[in-house]
T-cell receptor, first 116, second 115 residues
């Protein structure tokens, strides 16, 4: 069974600084997707970024980028130029590829506080 | 598109009452998922549908929970009878992997409080 671990329950960063959130996962699959979702106080789950395991290039979406280390089964999220609106819970999630289940397995989340 | 729509946004009910949560997926999406979020257990998948057919309900806690999807644009999650431990935020999400939309889009959630 797949598991996703987020070892940092809480983090804080100064506005405009850079912060990295960690995520590790355990799987025997070779082909899969990884996601980061953001959940602000409004509780809406918002997709931040996705990575296909077969792609070596790290995904980037504006100020958000990932460091995907397949051999180490690590998938960290880097937020550059942090903004107050980035304050939220961040969840790392795993999904098997080419599997009709399309289930998302979530980590326990990291609460990020951006300080003014 | 309006995104995934859930109703109600908040529900407060007494123990023993029936609760029905509703979801309208994004038009054209053929997968629909129901999740529950609690402090203790985090986000957990309850059940999901493909083309209106339940595929995996192994996450449904017990027989008090049931879900239906009568058509492509509507699904319900019912709890009967409700118990205080059912208090949680319930999310509905949809996706369309066959059309390259592997990521799941979530609704705003329903916060359920059972007293």
């Amino acid at each position: 069974a797949q598991t996703v671990t987020q070892s940092q329950p809480e983090m804080s960063v100064q506005e405009a600084e850079t912060v990295t959130l960690s995520c590790t996962y355990d799987t025997s699959e070779s082909n899969y997707y990884l996601f980061w979702y953001k959940q602000p106080p409004s509780r809406q789950m918002i997709l931040v970024i996705r990575q296909e395991a077969y792609k070596q290039q790290n995904a980037t979406e504006n100020r958000f980028s990932v460091n995907f280390q397949k051999a180490a089964k690590s998938f960290s999220l880097k937020i550059s130029d942090s903004q107050l609106g980035d304050t939220a819970m961040y969840f790392c999630a795993f999904m098997k590829h080419l599997d009709s289940s399309y289930k998302l397995i979530f980590g326990s989340g990291t609460r990020l506080l951006v300080r003014p | 598109d309006a995104g995934v729509i859930q109703s109600p946004r908040h529900e407060v009910t007494e123990m023993g009452q029936e609760v029905t949560l509703r979801c309208k997926p994004i038009s054209g999406h053929d997968y629909l998922f129901w999740y529950r979020q609690t402090m203790m257990r985090g986000l957990e998948l309850l059940i999901y549908f493909n083309n209106n057919v339940p595929i995996d309900d192994s996450g449904m806690p017990e027989d008090r929970f049931s879900a239906k999807m009568p058509n492509a644009s509507f699904s319900t999650l019912k709890i009967q009878p409700s118990e205080p431990r059912d208090s949680a935020v319930y999310f509905c999400a949809s996706s369309s992997p066959g059309q390259g939309v592997d990521e799941q889009y979530f609704g705003p959630g329903t916060r359920l409080t059972v007293t």
